[in-house]
C-alpha cells in the first residue's frame, strides 16, 4: 500500500489521465450498456388476437381458434403455441427459441395467418398483436380536468395524446380503456320495421349508403380546378333522423287511394 501511494504522489499527472479514462469509460457504459431496473427474461413471443362478435366460447374454439392453431404449427423455430378462447375473442401465443429475430417471426405467423383467413367465418376482425412481451407494460395514466366530460377525456386521449405517445422511440402501442367514445346508436323498432315491411338488412343498407361523402369530379375555371364532392356522412343526431329508409306507393285521399309516396324515417 506504501509503494502504491508512493507511486501515485510521484507520477500525478499518470494518475489523473488514468482517472479521467476511468470516468471517460464510465459514462460511455451508462450511455450504451442495455441495463434495465427489471430484466426482461421473456422469449421471443408473437400475439394473435381474433375477434368475432357473438360467438361462444366453444364457437370460437372450435371455428376460429383450432385452424388458426393448426395452421401455426410447424414454423421454425417454435418452442411453444397455446391460446384462450373466450366470449366472442381468441388469444394465441406462440414463444420462439432465445435469439430468434422477432421482425422474422412476425413475418412467418402473418404469413400462415393470411394462408388460414380466408377460410375462417365472415366477419372475423384482429390479426397480430403489437410488438410487446410479458413485461413490456410501462405505465397507466389517467386524464384528470375539472369540467371535462369522461367523452370528452376519451377524445383527448384517442386523437392527441395516443398518437404523440406511439411516435416515441420503443413504443409499441397505446392502449385506451375507459371513457365514452362518441357515437350514434340506432335501435330499430321492430314491430314498427315489420308493419312497413323494412328488414334489419334493408336498415342497415340504408345507413351505410347514407354515411359516406362521395366525389363528383372537378371543375376547371382557367388555371384553377374546382372539387365537387356531395357531403353524406353522419355529424349529428339530425342528420340521423333525416336519412330515409323506404318510400311506400300509398296515398290516401277521401275519394279513396291515390298514388303517392310516404316517406318512412
Excluded: H
Amino acid at each position: 500500500m506504501s509503494r502504491l501511494i508512493a507511486f501515485a504522489l510521484s507520477q500525478r499527472v499518470l494518475v489523473l489521465l488514468l482517472v479521467l479514462i476511468l470516468i471517460g469509460a464510465g459514462i460511455v457504459a451508462v450511455k450504451t450498456i442495455p441495463i434495465d431496473a427489471f430484466p426482461d427474461v421473456s422469449p421471443t413471443q408473437v400475439k394473435v388476437i381474433i375477434k368475432m362478435p357473438g360467438m361462444t366460447p366453444e364457437e370460437i374454439e372450435a371455428r376460429i381458434t383450432a385452424p388458426v392453431e393448426v395452421e401455426l404449427l410447424g414454423i421454425p423455430g417454435l418452442t411453444m403455441l397455446r391460446s384462450i378462447a373466450k366470449y366472442a375473442l381468441t388469444d394465441i401465443t406462440l414463444d420462439f427459441e432465445e435469439g430468434t429475430d422477432i421482425y422474422w417471426a412476425r413475418q412467418q405467423v402473418a404469413e400462415r395467418l393470411t394462408g388460414v383467413w380466408g377460410d375462417l367465418p365472415s366477419g372475423v376482425e384482429g390479426g397480430i398483436a403489437p410488438m410487446t412481451t410479458p413485461l413490456g407494460e410501462m405505465f397507466m395514466f389517467t386524464i384528470e380536468g375539472e369540467g371535462v366530460t369522461l367523452m370528452q377525456r376519451r377524445n383527448l386521449l384517442d386523437w392527441i395524446i395516443r398518437p404523440a405517445l406511439r411516435t416515441v422511440n420503443g413504443v409499441a402501442d397505446v392502449n385506451a380503456l375507459g371513457g365514452f367514445v362518441r357515437s350514434f346508436e340506432i335501435i330499430p323498432d321492430n314491430a314498427l320495421l315489420t308493419a312497413r315491411g323494412i328488414s334489419l338488412e334493408d336498415l342497415e343498407r340504408t345507413l351505410q349508403r347514407n354515411n359516406r361523402n362521395d366525389g363528383a369530379g372537378r371543375i376547371a375555371e382557367g388555371e384553377e380546378a374546382l372539387l365537387v364532392r356531395a357531403e353524406g356522412r353522419i355529424k349529428t343526431l339530425s342528420d340521423v333522423t333525416e336519412i330515409v329508409v323506404s318510400r311506400t306507393a300509398v296515398c290516401r285521399s277521401r275519394w279513396g287511394t291515390l298514388p303517392g309516396y310516404e316517406s318512412v324515417r
